[in-house]
Nanobody, 127 residues
Framework: VQLVESGGGSVQTGGSLRLSCTIS????????IGWFRQAPGKEREAVSC????????WHSDSVQGRFTISVDNAKDTVFLQMKSLTSEDTATYYC?????????????????????WGQGTLITVSS
């Protein structure tokens, strides 16, 4: 089972981007899938996650109202739509997934236990 990310790049402050994370080789509806990010010199932080089976989701306070996680079940893909981006959002974004652990308010605490990780995609927000 692999996670393949796409959609990173450079954007100006206030702009939007959409990240994609596709699972290949696994039973998509069994997974909790989400995003973490790591800015230069900082620890990796949880951003958002979703349980595919029921669509329940969580967003961190820092992105609530600006980022939205969603699913395309036909494509086994999770999207992270990001808007109103600021320089604080500059980071490498990683998709992560697990077929046992679930998405919820504990998502930030379980990152080391998550089974699958994408390769990471860099987002740079500049003025």
């Amino acid at each position: 089972v692999q996670l393949v990310e796409s959609g990173g790049g450079s954007v100006q402050t206030g702009g939007s981007l959409r990240l994609s994370c596709t699972i290949s080789g696994g039973a998509f509806d069994r997974y909790a899938i989400g995003w973490f990010r790591q800015a230069p010199g900082k620890e990796r932080e949880a951003v958002s996650c979703i349980n595919i089976v029921d669509g329940s989701r969580w967003h961190s306070d820092s992105v609530q109202g600006r980022f939205t996680i969603s699913v395309d079940n036909a494509k086994d893909t999770v999207f992270l739509q990001m808007k109103s981006l600021t320089s604080e959002d500059t980071a490498t974004y990683y998709c992560a997934a697990d077929s046992v652990l679930v998405c919820g308010t504990s998502w930030p605490l379980i990152q080391k236990q998550l089974d699958l990780w994408g390769q990471g995609t860099l987002i740079t927000v500049s003025s």
